[in-house]
């Protein structure tokens, strides 16, 4: 009876591995088109690039921002929902000097982070990302501007 139990467990777990890295591979590949598409209209505005296709799909957002230190964010969406997220963080020691650089990868579904990879030291908060992410889109969707 309790080998039947591990046995279990051990078809369970690896069912639910098998589909995150199912869901994994297909982000990247999702990551991947949308780079490579030409189509898509850059839109500036302030310290982010929208990413959209002429009927106003939001796709992509790359945002920067510099203080005592540098930071850079691309957000991946489909059909308005984070799905990717690329965080890069670097750490001045001096004005012009760069100390530390950290790089994390972050994959969602349905709002859930599902994989990290290159998280160091707790810098990153996945939840503070998808909340940051969550915040321009609806600046990149531009529905702040349709609520007033």
């Given at each position: 009876m309790k080998k039947s139990k591990y046995l279990l467990v051990l078809i369970v777990f690896v069912l639910v591995s098998c589909s995150n890295i199912n869901i994994i591979s297909k982000i990247d590949d999702y990551v991947c088109e949308i780079d490579n598409r030409k189509d898509l209209i850059k839109t500036e505005m302030d310290r982010t690039i929208d990413f959209?296709?002429?009927n106003?799909?939001?796709y992509k957002i790359i945002i920067q921002v510099e203080s005592d230190s540098i930071q850079k964010y691309d957000f991946y969406y489909k059909e308005e929902k984070l799905i990717f997220a690329k965080v890069l963080k670097a750490i001045r020691k001096e004005k012009s000097e760069i100390d530390t650089i950290?790089?994390?990868e972050m994959y969602f579904d349905k709002g859930i982070l599902i994989k990290q990879i290159g998280e160091k030291s707790g810098?990153?908060?996945a939840?503070?990302?998808y909340l940051l992410a969550d915040v321009f889109t609806v600046r990149g969707l531009g529905t702040?501007?349709?609520n007033q």
């Open positions: 959209s296709d002429a106003g799909k939001l950290v790089k994390s810098i990153f908060d939840k503070e990302i702040e501007q349709k």
